[in-house]
């Protein structure tokens, strides 16, 4: 089912207002969802939705909630999210270290205790649109971890995203590497369990710590597993989105104490930097404009459509479903289906049709 992403936006923001009460952080929430949905990470977008709702009602998700200040120094920002909407609380924090940096030329910002942030490339292009380049960790606390640290044969951490954006130059646009630790996110896995596809190859490890393609083993309560991206390199990557992102921020690294059902809780930490801090902003400018047209020109590998910088297959994914729909498969469908009847939605405003 292909579905306008304006008809899918009054639908998310339709539940979420249901849900928690407040119309205007619902559209902001949904249409951040959305945006994902467009950009190709459906992992991220509405179908999240169902995980808020149930969030919303067993109060771990304070859909009123606002960012605190808990520490103010200078460039050096402590912020506590108070379990808030992730897609609110985030962009109010990254509003203060934006302001921090315009004056500093620099912002380190430690946010703690964020219901889930939603795509973290949505923070890094936030700041990159300010002019600043920002490099993102975080670390994801939930009912049960997802991701087994490598040589190891259970989940032991969730996730843990990282992200680099970097503002877009006279000649390209802006390069935004976002990506979860693990080889899929766990949203992916949800989407091929939801669509009846195998996961990638070596995504997934089964109880026993073997190899398969098997998206239920991380579904059906066995104690299956994502495996981390590039073995120790991704491994390595997942364990600083504990330590600098929840540790840090005195948030938490992953724990079994910190389990909680319906809860998904992020810690950040984001550092923006000024390009033009040593006065240097042309220069790196045209020196990135050249490295770019340098990499970009090396010929496209057999069965490949070439060469695609960070960010390049979001814009064209973005492109191609405004204009045809966002896909969403049946047992996506399904659960937002649940998520509004469980919020209260009436039926009448239940999405039920599919786009021309």
């Known amino acids: 089912m292909a579905v306008d992403a304006g008809r899918l936006t009054d639908f998310a923001t339709a539940i979420l207002a249901h849900a928690g009460k407040d119309a205007g952080r619902a559209a902001k929430v949904a249409a951040r969802l959305v945006g994902?949905?467009?950009?190709?990470?459906?992992?991220?977008?509405?179908?999240?939705?169902?995980?808020?709702?149930?969030?919303?009602?067993a109060g771990q998700l304070d859909?009123?909630?606002?960012?605190?200040?808990?520490?103010?120094?200078?460039?050096?920002?402590?912020?506590?999210?108070?379990?808030?909407?992730?897609?609110?609380?985030?962009?109010?924090?990254?509003?203060?270290?934006?302001?921090?940096a315009q004056t500093h030329h620099f912002a380190m910002l430690s946010l703690r205790n964020s219901f889930h942030l939603g795509r973290l490339g949505d923070w890094g292009i936030m700041a990159a649109e300010a002019?600043?380049?920002?490099?993102?960790?975080?670390?994801?606390?939930?009912?049960?971890?997802?991701?087994?640290?490598?040589?190891g044969s259970d989940a032991r951490f969730v996730t843990n995203p990282y992200c680099t954006a970097i503002p877009a130059t006279e000649k390209h646009p802006m390069f935004v590497l976002d990506m979860a630790t693990s080889t899929i996110a766990m949203g992916k896995a949800r989407v091929a369990q939801l669509s009846g596809k195998p996961a990638p190859e070596g995504a997934l490890i089964d109880a026993q710590g073997n190899a398969t393609r098997d998206?239920?083993?991380?579904?059906?309560?066995?104690?299956?597993?994502?495996?981390?991206?590039?073995?120790?390199?991704?491994?390595?990557l997942a364990l600083l989105g504990d330590i600098l992102g929840g540790s840090f921020s005195g948030g938490g690294a992953y724990a079994p104490e910190r389990e909680v059902p319906d809860r998904i809780v992020n810690n950040m930490m984001a550092i923006l930097i000024d390009p033009n801090v040593f006065g240097l902003a042309q220069s790196f400018g045209v020196d990135v404009d050249s490295?770019?047209?340098?990499?970009?020109?090396?010929?496209?590998?057999?069965?490949?459509?070439?060469?695609?910088?960070?960010g390049?297959?979001?814009?064209?994914?973005?492109?191609?479903?405004?204009?045809?729909?966002?896909?969403?498969?049946?047992?996506?469908?399904?659960?937002?289906?649940?998520?509004?009847?469980?919020?209260?939605?009436?039926?009448?405003?239940?999405?039920?049709?599919?786009?021309?």
């Not at 949905?37 to 939705?49: C, E, K, Q, T, Y």
């Not at 002019?131 to 040589?151: D, E, H, K, T, W």
């Not at 490295?291 to 960070?310: C, L, R």
Request: some cysteine; hydrophobic content about 45%; overall charge negative.
């Open 215 to 236: 998206p239920s083993v991380v579904f059906d309560g066995a104690g299956g597993a994502l495996t981390a991206f590039g073995q120790h390199k991704g491994f390595g």
């Open 291 to 310: 490295y770019i047209d340098w990499v970009k020109a090396s010929p496209a590998a057999p069965g490949t459509a070439g060469v695609q910088f960070p």
């Open 63 to 100: 859909a009123a909630a606002d960012i605190e200040l808990v520490q103010d120094k200078g460039p050096f920002l402590l912020v506590d999210g108070h379990r808030g909407f992730g897609h609110i609380v985030a962009e109010q924090a990254m509003t203060l270290a934006i302001d921090r």
């Open 131 to 151: 002019g600043f380049i920002c490099i993102l960790y975080a670390n994801v606390q939930s009912a049960r971890p997802l991701v087994a640290p490598f040589g």
């Open 36 to 57: 994902a949905n467009l950009a190709g990470h459906d992992s991220h977008g509405v179908g999240m939705i169902p995980a808020y709702v149930d969030g919303i009602l």
């Open 312 to 356: 390049d297959p979001e814009r064209r994914s973005t492109a191609e479903r405004s204009a045809k729909g966002i896909p969403l498969d049946a047992g996506t469908l399904a659960q937002l289906s649940e998520a509004a009847r469980k919020a209260g939605v009436p039926a009448s405003e239940h999405l039920c049709s599919t786009s021309d």
